[in-house]
């Protein structure tokens, strides 16, 4: 028996280049991080570390990093909400309204 050698390449380790101090960095290293943690692919999680790095090398910017990752992303559309219509009154007609309410309750007592 011969054993073959695994065909798999070996997953892409997750990079720790945060800064903290720069906030559009960061930002797009939580986006990063929280996309490799759910990647299973190698592929996919290549294709993260190439373009962190390159954002970290000022090769693109956060614009296109998050273009190019878009597809590694799972968001959903934002939900399309119907017309609707609120009910609405003069203040006049309200004023009417309440103190001709006001005027039945009173004489009912």
């Known amino acids: 028996m011969s054993e073959e050698p695994n065909s798999e390449k070996p997953l892409p380790e997750k990079l ?3 800064e903290l101090t720069n906030f559009q960095f ?3 290293y939580l986006v990063y991080s929280e996309l ?3 990647a299973t ?3 996919a999680k290549a ?3 190439r373009n962190i790095e390159a954002l970290k090398e000022n090769k693109i910017d956060c614009e296109t990093f998050y273009r190019n990752i878009a597809h590694h992303r ?3 559309p934002t939900p399309h909400y119907d017309k609707f219509s609120v009910p609405t009154q003069r ?3 309200w004023r009417m309204k309440s103190q001709r309410q006001e ?3 009173r004489h009912k007592k």
């Open 103 to 105: 005027r039945l309750k």
């Open 91 to 93: 203040k006049k007609d």
């Open 16 to 18: 720790l280049i945060d």
């Open 41 to 43: 692919d190698a592929e």
């Open 74 to 76: 799972k968001i959903q």
């Open 36 to 38: 490799f943690d759910a």
């Open 47 to 49: 294709d993260l570390n």
């Open 26 to 28: 960061h930002a797009a």
